[in-house]
C-alpha cells in the first residue's frame, strides 16, 4: 500500500490509476493521519477545518475517473488552503480571528474556482498567523485567535514553524495532504517552506489572481503552492494560474509564455545555468553552521555544471534594507476595509476600526499578543493619497527593480539569484518578482535548513527547472517522526 504522507502527486495518480486506492479512499486515509497527529499525537495543530464535502467531491471525482474522463494532474488530489482563502462551501473564511469565526463567503476565491474544475478535492484549510501576521509586533508565527499554535513538525515546539502560511507548510511537512495553498505579502510561504522542509513557490505577482484572498498588501500579495517536492509545487502553480478579469494584476501575465511544468529534465537542468550568490544580502546574519550547509550548496551546484558568480551583490541592499517602507500600514487598511466591507451583514466586524474595538472587547481571546501594528494602520487614511505612502512604493519599485534585481541580473546575465533559507524575500516581494524555496539539508540539532532561487517577472519556468535540478543532485528532505 502507497505510504499516503510521503508520496507525490505522480505517485498518487500512478496508485489512482492501476486502483491500487480511490481518491474517496486517498481522502479517508489523510483525514485519519490528521485525527492521528493534528489535534492528538504530535499536537501540529495545522488544520483548522475539514471540508465536509470532501468526501462527496473524492466520489465525484472517482465516479469521472470510473467512465475515462481526467480533468489533469490534480484530478482527485486531496489540497488544503491557508484559512484566509475564500470557498463558497461550510468552511468559514477568517485569517485565523475570532472576528471573522462565523464568516462563510458568498463567492469561491478565482484560484479555488480553477482548483475545482482542475478535479482537485478541497480537503479544508490551514492555520495562519492572525491576519497574515499584520496584528501585533511580537506575535509568533503560526499563531492565532482561532486556531491556537501551529507547530514545526521536526521536533514539535523546538523549532519555528514560520509564518505566515505556518499551517499550510506544516501540514505538507507532516503528510496531512499531498499539497496545499499559502499567500505570501514577503516571506509568506518562503518562510514556512524552509522552516519545514518543504517547497514553497512565492510566483511573480499577477501569475495567480487575488481575488477572494483577504488581503494585506495589494502590491504585494499572491497565493501559491507549498509541496514535497519540486514537481508537485509546479503542477500546483499550474493549475492556479490564469487571467482573471477582474484582478487587474493577472493581465500582467496575459501576453507571456505560459507556464508548461508537466515535463521537468531528469539530467542536466544545472548544466550552464548562470546563479549569483548576493553575499551582501546575508553576510553578517548567517550563523557558522548554516554557513557551511550554504556552501557546500554553492559547491554542489558548480560541480553540477552551473555557473556560480559569487558574489553577485545587490547594489541597493543597503539602502533597501535601512528604509522603514509605510507600504503595509497604508495598504493593509485600504485593502482589509474593501474586503470586509463587503461581507454580509450580521459579522461583528465591517472595517479595521471595527475589528480593533472587537478586540478590544474581547481581550483575553484577541489581545495575547496586543494589536498594535492594527491600530498604527488605523492612523492611515485608508486612500492611500499620503505623499509618504506614494513615495515609499515607488522607491520599492525601484530599488528592488530597476536597481536591485533587474540590475544585478543585467550586470552578471544570471538565470537566477541564491539565498541561504529565506533572506532575500524582502527584496522578491517588493519587485513582485519569483522564488522557490527548497530543502537543503538540516542542522545537527534536526532544524531543517533551506535554500531560495530568486528571478526576474515571470520566470516561474526557469526556476522550476533550476530547483528540480538540485533536488535532483542528492536526497534532501528527511521525513518527520511524528
Known amino acids: 500500500m502507497i505510504r499516503i504522507e510521503e508520496a507525490s502527486i505522480t505517485d498518487l495518480q500512478r496508485a489512482l490509476a ?36 470532501a468526501l462527496f467531491i473524492a466520489e ?15 484530478h482527485g488530489i ?52 492572525e491576519w497574515a501576521n499584520y496584528m501585533a509586533k511580537d506575535m509568533p508565527g503560526g499563531y492565532s485567535s482561532r486556531g491556537g499554535q501551529t507547530l514545526n513538525p521536526y521536533g514539535p515546539g523546538r523549532f519555528d514553524a514560520g509564518g505566515s ?95 508548461n511544468v508537466s515535463c521537468l529534465p531528469l539530467t542536466g537542468g544545472l548544466k550552464g545555468k548562470r546563479i549569483g550568490i548576493p553575499r551582501r544580502f546575508y553576510a553578517d546574519s548567517l550563523p557558522a553552521e548554516e554557513s557551511k550547509l550554504f556552501e557546500e550548496v554553492v559547491r554542489e551546484l558548480s560541480g553540477a555544471g552551473a555557473i556560480v ?10 539602502e533597501l534594507e535601512s528604509r522603514n517602507s509605510s507600504v503595509f500600514r497604508h495598504e493593509f487598511k485600504a485593502g482589509l476595509n474593501a474586503y470586509l466591507n463587503r461581507l454580509p451583514t450580521g459579522l461583528p466586524v465591517r472595517s479595521l476600526e471595527e475589528l480593533i474595538a472587537f478586540n478590544k472587547a474581547n481581550p483575553e481571546k484577541m489581545l495575547k499578543y496586543g494589536q498594535y501594528v492594527l491600530e498604527k494602520a488605523e492612523e492611515t487614511s485608508g486612500y492611500l493619497t499620503e505623499p509618504g505612502y506614494i513615495r515609499d512604493r515607488l522607491s520599492d519599485i525601484r530599488l528592488s527593480r530597476k536597481e536591485g534585481i533587474d540590475k544585478v541580473m543585467d550586470e552578471y546575465r544570471l538565470d537566477a539569484l541564491l539565498f541561504p533559507d529565506s533572506n532575500g524575500e524582502s527584496i522578491a516581494a517588493k519587485a513582485s518578482y519569483p522564488s522557490i524555496a527548497v530543502p ?20 516561474e519556468q526557469v526556476l522550476i527547472r533550476i530547483a528540480h535540478a538540485f533536488e535532483l543532485l542528492r536526497p534532501r528532505r528527511i521525513p518527520p517522526v511524528l
Open 18 to 53: 492501476c486502483k491500487e486506492l480511490s481518491s474517496f479512499e486517498l481522502v479517508q486515509a489523510y483525514m485519519e493521519r490528521i485525527a492521528a497527529h493534528d489535534r492528538q499525537g504530535a499536537g501540529i495543530n495545522a488544520v483548522l477545518e475539514l471540508n465536509p464535502d
Open 60 to 74: 465525484a471525482m472517482d465516479e469521472e475517473r470510473s467512465r475515462g474522463t481526467l480533468r489533469g494532474p490534480l
Open 78 to 129: 486531496p489540497i488544503l488552503l491557508k484559512d484566509n482563502i475564500d470557498t463558497a462551501d461550510g468552511m468559514h473564511t477568517s485569517a485565523g480571528s475570532l472576528a471573522l469565526a462565523g464568516h462563510y463567503a458568498r463567492e469561491d476565491a478565482f484560484l479555488v474556482l480553477l482548483l475545482r474544475l482542475a478535479g482537485a478535492v478541497i480537503l479544508g484549510k490551514t492555520n495562519m498567523t
Open 165 to 259: 502560511s505556518t499551517g499550510s507548510g506544516a501540514a505538507v511537512a507532516a503528510g496531512f495532504a499531498a499539497a496545499a495553498v499559502g499567500t505570501e505579502t514577503s516571506g509568506s510561504i518562503l518562510d514556512p517552506a524552509a522552516c519545514n522542509s518543504v517547497v514553497g513557490i512565492k510566483p511573480t505577482l499577477g501569475r495567480i489572481s487575488r481575488r477572494g484572498v483577504i488581503p494585506l498588501s495589494h502590491s504585494q500579495d499572491t497565493p501559491g503552492p507549498l509541496a514535497r517536492t519540486v514537481s508537485d509545487a509546479a503542477l500546483l502553480l499550474g493549475a492556479m494560474c490564469a487571467v482573471d478579469p477582474l484582478d487587474a494584476a493577472t493581465a500582467r501575465s496575459g501576453g507571456r509564455e505560459q507556464l
Open 309 to 318: 558568480v559569487d558574489p553577485a551583490d545587490i547594489g541597493s541592499t543597503e
Open 440 to 459: 537543503a539539508g538540516y542542522l545537527s540539532n534536526g532544524r531543517p535548513f533551506g535554500i531560495m532561487f530568486t528571478g526576474r517577472a515571470f520566470t
